[in-house]
């Protein structure tokens, strides 16, 4: 998928670049690269912005269209919408794709999981407002029919809705010769969704009641999702020569299976905390922009983060070879936390047993702060984050 930002949500990066061939031996440069950023990858952050602000002032004038029934009662910008139903009843809508993971899948001529993404990517944004995903829709534009690339990509949309106990009602295919264009050899596409969830009106979570001291719990993340695959294959594929059926020791596996690694599901185990009782402040999707998502939340609050994950070989493996900064990929990537929970620190204990009992790592990373400018503070690196970017502290 293009680089873009969803319109319901902050930006989320995916853009575009050139991918390289497959199974040759990777040959090392001998003398060392200059550090790669998601700029030199292709994706220009600062346009992005610019154009979506621009964007976003056209489609907010729709709003003052539904009134009563169906208006939407979150501004744009936070992982869903939620759409007032009446008698207290929310439907969150969100929508999402798979972005340049599709060209790893296309390389590899492996579709079967992608479609978990793509299910991944709605559910868990769904999931941020406190809503329970109940069903989505998929878009496939297509270079070319297909059928046995068709089915593929079904089986993963199947096992992702399995996972977030959704249906698939329906969907669209459409045929783009003229527009779609896949790596060189394999059929061109692009996998999008959108999902719908209810939420109970005056349980809407958007971060509005968070307090100094609250805890905040990291989920761990499968590896990179679907975020920041441009500058992970720019740097594995190009920069360092690697191709996709590269065996990589520190990995225990291939380049390409590595990339391929489905996003995460958090449905079921939030579910559950949110069923539990907790005191749940916020939920959040650790997407685009990696840990500064904590700062989307509607209080004026920033978070200090004492504890910090190991982050996946896969990481390492990227910064290495890209000469990246702390900065620059912590700002990029997940870094091994796909989720969040802010939850009052009393119920901290609850939500990690709850996680655990899903067979998921839970770490507290550390608690919110009072500070109007939202700042995401990572001790261990000496990083502060605001304004869309870490720095030094």
Request: charged residues 25%.
């Amino acid at each position: 998928m293009p680089a873009r930002s969803s319109r319901g949500k902050a930006i989320r990066r995916r853009g575009q670049a050139a991918a390289t061939g497959r199974g040759a031996i990777r040959r090392r440069r001998p003398r060392p690269r200059p550090e790669t950023t998601y700029a030199q990858a292709g994706v220009d952050s600062a346009q992005e912005e610019h154009g979506l602000r621009r964007l976003v002032r056209q489609i907010e004038a729709s709003f003052a269209l539904r009134p009563d029934v169906g208006a939407p009662r979150l501004k744009v910008g936070y992982f869903a919408n939620v759409l007032d139903l009446g008698g207290n009843r929310g439907l969150a809508i969100s929508t999402d794709g798979v972005g340049t993971k599709l060209l790893v899948a296309q390389m590899l001529g492996k579709f079967d999981t992608i479609g978990i993404d793509c299910v991944a990517m709605n559910v868990n944004d769904v999931l941020c407002v406190g809503a329970e995903p109940l069903a989505m829709v998929d878009y496939i534009g297509i270079e070319r029919m297909d059928p046995d690339l068709l089915e593929e990509v079904g089986k993963g949309l199947y096992a992702g809705a399995r996972q977030a106990r959704i249906t698939i009602p329906g969907g669209e295919i459409a045929q783009l010769p003229e527009m779609v264009r896949g790596h060189p050899g394999s059929v061109g596409f692009d996998l999008v969704g959108t999902c719908v969830g209810v939420v109970a009106l005056d349980r809407v979570l958007v971060g509005q009641g968070i307090d100094e001291g609250d805890a905040v719990i990291g989920l761990r993340s499968s590896g990179i999702h679907s975020n920041g695959l441009t500058l992970a294959r720019r740097v594995l594929l190009h920069s360092a020569r690697y191709q996709v059926r590269t065996l990589v020791s520190e990995l225990g596996r291939t380049v390409g299976e590595e990339l391929l690694e489905p996003t995460i599901i958090y449905v079921p185990e939030v579910l559950d905390m949110l069923r539990a009782g907790l005191r749940v402040k916020a939920l959040v999707h650790i997407t685009g922009d990696g840990l500064l998502n904590l700062a989307r939340v509607e209080a004026e609050t920033g978070v200090v983060l004492s504890r910090l994950p190991e982050p996946p070989p896969v990481f390492r493996l990227i910064q290495r070879e890209g000469r990246i900064s702390n900065e620059e990929m912590y700002r990029v990537f997940n870094m091994g936390v796909g989720f969040c929970v802010i939850v009052a620190p009393g119920d901290a204990g609850a939500v990690q047993s709850i996680a655990r009992r899903h067979r998921r790592e839970a770490i507290e990373l550390g608690c919110c702060v009072k500070d109007p400018a939202r700042r995401v503070r990572l001790e261990p690196l000496g990083l502060v984050g605001e304004a869309g970017r870490f720095r030094q502290a």
